[in-house]
């Protein structure tokens, strides 16, 4: 009995032995620094019945900020918001951005692709922010729905971090202007009061109120307007348009289900859904007409040196029933080009296909143009990556 008992156990200690040799020769040792050992990709999960397939490694693509291209890609992580900045009349603008999930602040040096942390302070869960055209200013979201705090950064001249400061009440949406201020609604009672504040001052003044709370607001560039002002879109609901302008609320012609809008003192170009199919119209000065493509709103951005031109990320595909639910839910990914669009000439011109320049397909989101025009910037919907496309009104 005491033989049978020393072979097995003799046999359960090979066995042991050739574990732990198995181990090393296939993860290698542990970290002596960190004590950390392999991972074994087996998941957030204790069900057994869960098979985690191994993935391959990411290949992320080659940032070359000083690339000759007029189309670059900037950042290779999530970005919640940027903004080209110029800290002095007489300094070369930079691009900045703001690191989702951190908070933290970036600058890039678009002459020689140099990129410098300016802030270290942490907002945890930061999805959203924008940053005034000085380069002094931040307002970033943290956390979404009714747990979210929106905080205003004032950023350090002489150190990375950053004195903040968070707005009371509930904030449903916010921009920068070319004032260096902020503008934000926050609910009161059933409306949406629409606000700004002058971080340089510390100075707030009520700008309009909008008579319903569940709004989408496209924001004009200053505080004046005009801002237009539309129900959330759905292919399910019927939506409407009011502009303001310097606090005056003006009920515009355009309606229908599945509706968006973009605009600016011009003009502006409005998508809805009439039966089943997804429409792009144009209006200039009160005349609206069909555009000759197919638009979603939020992926265009009015030039501020021409007020009727726009320049949008334009698919030219067919698009689905239920737009532009099934894009906002991600259910969609587009495939974008860069267009000019003139409302007052009613007319496109292509800028570039990003799939033909760098062999990617794109979903712009959030174009936003830069000092003078001159850089336009956006984001792939797809990964959150920040791009620049060097558009230079003056010389086209």
Request: net charge negative.
């Amino acid at each position: 009995m005491k033989r049978t008992l020393f072979i097995i156990g003799g046999v359960s200690i090979i066995c042991i032995l050739v574990g732990v040799w198995a181990y090393f020769l296939f993860f290698g040792t542990p970290n002596p620094d960190g004590g950390v050992f392999a991972n074994f990709n087996l998941g957030n999960t204790d069900d057994p019945s869960v098979v985690i397939p191994v993935e391959p490694e990411p290949t992320e693509p080659l940032v070359d900020v000083t690339s000759p291209e007029r189309l670059r890609q900037l950042t290779t992580q999530p970005v919640a918001g940027f903004a080209e900045v110029q800290l002095t009349p007489s300094s070369t603008p930079q691009a900045r951005y703001i690191e989702a999930g951190t908070g933290h602040i970036y600058s890039i040096d678009l002459e020689t692709g140099v990129e410098t942390r300016i802030s270290a302070t942490s907002i945890p869960l930061t999805n959203a922010g924008v940053m005034t055209p000085n380069g002094r200013y931040a307002l970033m979201q943290s956390g979404s729905g009714l747990g979210s705090e929106h905080v205003i950064g004032i950023i350090s001249t002489t150190s990375d971090e950053l004195r903040n400061f968070a707005i009371p009440g509930t904030v449903t949406s916010f921009a920068a202007t070319t004032e260096n201020t902020f503008v934000y609604t926050i609910p009161v009672g059933n409306e949406l009061v629409a606000q700004s504040y002058d971080p340089s001052t510390n100075a707030t003044t009520e700008l309009f109120r909008i008579p319903f709370r569940d709004a989408t607001i496209a924001w004009g560039n200053t505080e004046s307007g005009p801002h237009y002002v539309y129900p959330h879109t759905t292919s399910r609901l019927e939506g409407y348009v009011y502009s303001y302008t310097d606090g005056v609320a003006t009920r515009e012609p355009a309606s229908g289900y599945g509706l968006s809008v973009v605009g600016s003192s011009a003009g502006y170009i409005y998508s809805e859904v009439q039966d089943g199919e997804y429409n792009t119209y144009a209006t200039n000065r009160g005349a609206s007409n069909p555009a000759p493509l197919t638009i979603i709103p939020e992926k265009c951005v009015f030039a501020q040196s021409d007020a009727s031109m726009a320049i949008c990320g334009i698919a030219l595909t067919e698009f689905p029933y239920l737009m532009p639910d099934l894009w906002y839910k991600g259910e969609v990914q587009m495939n974008d080009s860069l267009w000019e669009y003139s409302v007052e000439n009613e007319s496109t011109s292509l800028l570039v296909s990003p799939e033909n320049a760098t062999g990617r397909q794109l979903d712009i989101v959030q174009p936003q143009f830069g000092i003078n025009d001159a850089n336009l910037y956006f984001q792939n919907k797809v990964d959150q990556t920040l791009w620049i496309y060097e558009y230079s009104p003056i010389n086209n």
